[in-house]
């Protein structure tokens, strides 16, 4: 259970029990996974939606709240729209979607297909900005985005409309807030200082934002939180694959931190010196569970000859199938790759290749891209001759 933070508010005399995600990006694609896994990962973050209604029943809370970016975009494919909504309606708690910079609330919008508003279930309501009374004297108020770019403070507009509202008041708003902003000069920031000040007055009493998939408290009041993504989008993210379960009690809010994911990115690297390695490698990639549901970014470090690496590609070729995928992204890999006589010696060539293996070994050894391309070049012809051998 996370710490319990006071407002100095008015005391308030009733309690109020939530679900918080966001960054749901129904239809997201990833082009590192195939076909078939592809479709696993697209149908996880449907079946997301259902564990999060079991969630919020098994711990009676009232509703849920999405803070933006439900779909990966308004271009979503239409069966995705119709999954979405009967997992929704599988729910059975009440939802309420704010759209975000993926899916904004503009011409062409998801949120006001046909196909949406067809199969919307009674437990979805989509927020416009109009504030909705969620229960009694507990208030919704939301600032959707209306295109793919904001021009103010995706938030400050909605603190003068809660502070003439009696009761509960939650904030949904989707965006950077000034503190981990890149460019804290954007006109889109989310501001802490007009945050602050409505959450010290009473005028709100929390905050519930979306477009960081990384679980994060925004401040020191405890009232400002990023969900993050109830799956994992990337291997970079802090603490993802959560849901936040809310409890506002009289003047007091709790945060406790639900593990909903089902998938997982994994990054690692390892330094390789020779074939000894290779064994170490192979014991690691069987260690890991869930191969199936895990995305695995490898990167290697270290100088090996040819045949080293050619066994090295073959140890995790035989791993590939049990993955979700398995990548080896350039910018992690160090590995350098030194051919030698004793790589080739076995393998017959002649004539051209001979001379090829010669010139190409020459090359290897220079600095920069040039030895670079070499390397690779001569490794594929190794490959390719020792396949042939």
């Given at each position: ?272 010196e020779g074939s000894a390695d290779i064994a170490r490698v192979k014991t690691y ?105």
């Open positions: 259970m996370m710490p319990t933070h006071a407002c100095s508010a008015n005391v308030l005399n009733h309690m109020v029990r939530f679900i918080h995600t966001s960054d749901w990006q129904l239809g997201m694609t990833r082009r590192f996974l195939s076909p078939e896994a592809q479709s696993r990962f697209t149908d996880a973050r449907i079946q997301a939606i259902r564990t999060i209604g079991e969630l919020a029943r098994a711990r009676d809370a009232g509703f849920v709240v999405v803070a933006g970016d439900v779909f990966e975009s308004n271009m979503v494919e239409r069966q995705i729209v119709l999954r979405a909504l009967e997992a929704l309606r599988d729910a059975s708690v009440p939802f309420y979607l704010l759209p975000g910079n993926h899916d904004p609330l503009a011409a062409g919008s998801v949120f006001t297909s046909q196909t949406f508003i067809t199969n919307r279930p009674p437990n979805v309501t989509v927020l416009d900005g109009t504030p909705i009374s969620v229960a009694p004297d507990v208030t919704v108020l939301s600032s959707p985005w209306r295109s793919k770019r904001m021009t103010e403070d995706a938030i400050a507009s909605v603190y003068a409309a809660a502070a003439g509202i009696e009761g509960v008041k939650i904030v949904v708003g989707h965006g950077q807030v000034e503190p981990l902003a890149p460019d804290p000069e954007r006109a889109d920031i989310i501001r802490m200082a007009a945050a602050n000040e409505a959450l010290a007055s009473g005028a709100v009493h929390y905050i519930a934002l979306g477009d960081r998939h990384s679980r994060t408290s925004v401040g020191d009041s405890g009232r400002v939180w990023y969900s993050g993504a109830p799956e994992p989008t990337e291997y970079r993210e802090t603490d993802p694959g959560q849901v936040l379960d809310v409890t506002i009690d009289g003047d007091e809010v709790h945060v406790e931190a639900c593990r909903v994911a089902t998938w997982r990115f994994v990054e690692q690297k390892a330094a390789m990639l069987d260690g890991l569970p869930s191969k199936e549901r895990t995305i695995l970014n490898l990167g290697f470090e270290g100088t090996v000859s040819l045949q080293v690496a050619a066994d090295l590609d073959a140890a995790i070729d035989d791993f590939r199938p049990l993955f979700a995928a398995i990548e080896r992204r350039a910018s992690d890999n160090q590995l350098v790759i030194i051919p030698d006589e004793m790589d080739f010696s076995g393998l017959g060539l002649t004539g051209f290749a001979s001379s090829a293996v010669d010139e190409l070994g020459t090359l290897a050894t220079l600095p920069g891209a040039p030895g670079s391309e070499a390397r690779d070049a001569v490794g594929l012809l190794y490959r390719l001759a020792r396949g042939a051998a």
